[in-house]
């Protein structure tokens, strides 16, 4: 079996996992966080979503996060933007300011898509259709994120067709890149696979990478079988972040911590300095006031105080 060489991590944690949290992050700590991980040798950070404060209010401050992060060459800033209100806001500051990259998000679930943007997948893609255009238009990457692709709260199991179905329509409006999401944490190996090889119908390899939340404690298996398919990018969160609010029980994504141990004990190279990562993922945890949700944060971090 012929696996990845290197593995290209985006740290979705700054948004993907503070999104939901309940208690005010101030923005200074977020910024703090994003500087963390890139010197923790993160390429690929996910800062920010314009999204209206009302539905998002962890997100309120994301003009003043993107201004005060110091870039760092080679790093790649990508921000969540729902629709073309979103996209404007993310470009109104300063050229330098704008992100590398935007994500726009539709699921593979009929049911996931009308509780989380009050539309149906047809209706999402004809809304993110402009967002990308104008994107791509001023030279900013645009990403896709496949949310419920294996199971949803409200439909169970989805089909790889309904998967394949979805990745087809975000090639069609020019999406470059798509992630394959496992939002609810249910899926296994075999069933995240069947699902990868349904967006790769239509997606080269280069451009899929896997999501998987560790609802289940599958996520990492999930990563596994993945590289087995020859994935080589992944989105997880340092200090195991997230969760999701459309998905009752659903726990974080999983911890970049663990995904990096278990690369680095695979021979696969990430570049990124475990150390550091897991002193980004206490400093986010102790703002939070609680102990980060990593297995192998937990077990060095121990081996640190023997």
Known sequence: MKLPTRV??????????????????????????????????????????????????????NAEVMHGIQRKAGVRY????????????????????WP???????????????KNINCSIAESIERFAPVVAAARDKGIYVRGAMSCTVGCPYEG???PEAVGRLARLMKDIGVQHV???DTIGVGTPVKVQR??????????????????????????????ASLEMGVWQFDTSSAGLGGCPYAKGA????????????????????????????????????ALGREPNSRASKAIRTKRTA
């Open 8 to 61: 290209k991590i985006v740290d979705v944690g700054p948004r993907d996992g503070l999104q939901n949290e309940k208690q005010p992050v101030p923005a200074d700590v977020k910024i703090g966080l994003v500087h963390r991980l890139q010197d923790a040798g993160l390429k690929e950070i996910e800062v920010t979503s314009f999204v209206s404060p009302k539905w998002v209010p962890q997100m309120a401050d």
């Open 179 to 181: 992630g394959v999401a």
């Open 251 to 286: 726990t974080g994504n999983v911890a970049t911590e663990d995904v990096v141990y278990m690369l680095q004990g695979m021979g696969i190279e990430t570049g990124i300095d475990l150390d550091k990562l897991i002193d980004a993922g206490v400093y986010i945890s102790q």
């Open 195 to 224: 699902a990868i090889e349904a967006t790769l119908a239509h997606y080269g390899i280069d451009d899929v990478s896997g999501h998987y939340h560790d609802t289940y404690g599958q996520a990492l298996g999930n990563t596994l």
């Open 157 to 159: 199991e989805i089909a």
């Open 100 to 114: 590398d990259e935007i994500v726009v998000f539709g699921a593979a679930s009929e049911a996931f898509s009308q």
């Open 78 to 97: 990508s921000v969540l933007t729902p629709n073309m209100k979103g996209f404007e806001a993310a470009i109104a500051a300063p050229r330098e300011e």
